[in-house]
């Protein structure tokens, strides 16, 4: 292996890493809701309105965070937000009432806005075609082991110790990251800054010239369906095993992170076939769409677990949905990235992060309301169902040929 590919992979675990505390970080609440409704005595709807309000700052906040990635060092960018976010977390832990944990929460958005356009572009920068499968694949087995790590760690930390004790001790040991990842950073700016002093800097399009592409609007729509139905997963999955199901808070932790685990295998192994596949020949329109729309349809089946009375038939049938859900997650981002090339893929991943993720205002909320009103989770999982149709419906119908978009060249040299 030579130093430049070896430099490249561990680039990547430390990006793998990173997305993996990301979804720790931000999904402690949702394994915290149940112990935290009860010692502060908040309705459903509260407990969906602090886990939706996240995503209002995550959303708004990634038009910005994709042009400063675009426009500064993505390294320092990416340092910056996700010490913010570790710091959030802390502060949760110690976090008195409804209003602090409300704040708290729209600053981890902030901090965590700058993560997914900081992949794309890392992503789109270092790996070709061939094998973004596999490095979006590690990148989606990170932010589904976060989920599953939290749910196995946190149900043992919340029912021997509380929930406070699970936001300080991860925020805490979270900041440890940021030093391989400074000296990491530190290497890869001096070689992008030379290869700029020496060739030029490539101007991307315009957030104008982007919107005006009919794929990327399919790109957001079909991100903001994939999203509903994973944060309608991440935020309320351990509430209904512990409430609807009847599962322990030990045991939540250990069936529900069964779902994410699935999710995040299917994701890793679905890339790489996917690879090879378009490494054999195949082409990357057909291959991409096939895993991305497959998947979504056949996670429809999500729609029978509320009704199945068996605990052990509902588990196995979010599992096969998980496992589906999976053959799709990891190829969004992946569709981007060659659609938008290196020159857009921060400004590109931005707006469709900032459209995709309204679906973590909605669904949170949404969800909450619909079991207030009707006591039970039936209608919620229906919502789902119908959201996965749509999402596998505008992969076909609405973006086109998966091929990189040649932009309007807009080069300037720094040289002298």
């Known amino acids: 292996m030579t130093a430049r590919a070896r430099g490249q992979w561990i680039l990547l675990s430390l990006l793998v890493i990173s997305v993996t505390i990301n979804y720790i970080d931000r999904g402690n609440l949702s394994i915290a809701a149940s112990r935290l409704s009860s010692e502060l005595q908040l309705d459903p ?61 729209l600053l981890l958005g902030m901090g965590e806005s700058v993560s997914y356009p900081a992949y794309s572009k890392i992503i789109a920068q270092g790996f070709t075609e061939r094998h973004r499968g596999l490095a979006n694949g590690l990148i989606d087995l990170g932010s589904k082991s976060g989920p599953a790590l939290g749910l196995m760690i946190g149900g043992v930390i919340i029912s021997h110790y509380g929930w406070r004790p699970l936001f300080v001790s991860v925020g805490l040991i979270s900041m440890l990251w940021l030093a391989p990842w400074i000296w990491v950073g530190r290497q890869a700016s001096r070689k992008s800054e030379h290869s700029v002093q020496h060739s030029g800097l490539e101007v991307g399009p315009g957030l104008l010239e982007i919107a005006q592409q009919r794929s990327a609007w399919g790109t957001f729509l079909c991100l903001f369906c994939g999203n509903y139905v994973w944060y309608f997963l991440l935020t309320w999955l351990p509430w209904y095993l512990v409430r ?151 992969y076909l119908l609405v973006i086109g040929p998966i091929e990189p978009i040649v932009w309007r060249p807009k080069i300037f040299s720094t040289s002298n």
């Open 45 to 105: 709807e509260k407990i969906g309105l602090l886990l939706s309000s996240f995503f209002w700052t995550y959303a708004a906040m990634q038009i910005v965070a994709g042009w400063l990635i675009d426009r500064y060092s993505v390294y320092w960018i990416f340092a910056g937000g996700f010490f913010i976010w570790s710091a959030a977390t802390v502060l949760t832990g110690l976090a008195g009432g409804f209003a602090t944990i409300l704040a708290l929460r």
């Open 244 to 394: 609807e199901r009847h599962y322990s808070e030990a045991a939540m932790g250990r069936f529900g992170s069964m779902a994410f685990w699935a999710v995040g295998l299917a994701s890793l192994i679905s890339g790489v076939i996917s690879d090879r596949l378009v490494q054999g020949g195949g082409s990357p329109t057909v291959v991409r769409k096939m895993f991305a729309v497959g998947g979504l349809v056949g996670a429809i089946v999500m729609v029978f677990v509320p009704v199945l009375e068996s605990q052990n038939a509902s588990l196995a049938v979010l599992i096969l949905a998980c496992i589906s859900f999976g053959c799709y997650s990891s190829h969004p981002w992946l569709i981007t990235q060659t659609l938008a090339g290196p020159a857009a893929a921060g400004r590109w991943s931005g707006m469709q992060n900032a459209i995709g993720n309204l679906a973590g205002v909605i669904a949170p909320w949404l969800t909450g309301w619909i079991v207030r009103d009707t006591g039970h989770f039936m209608y919620a999982f229906a919502v789902v169902g119908v959201i996965l149709g749509v999402g596998a419906a505008s």
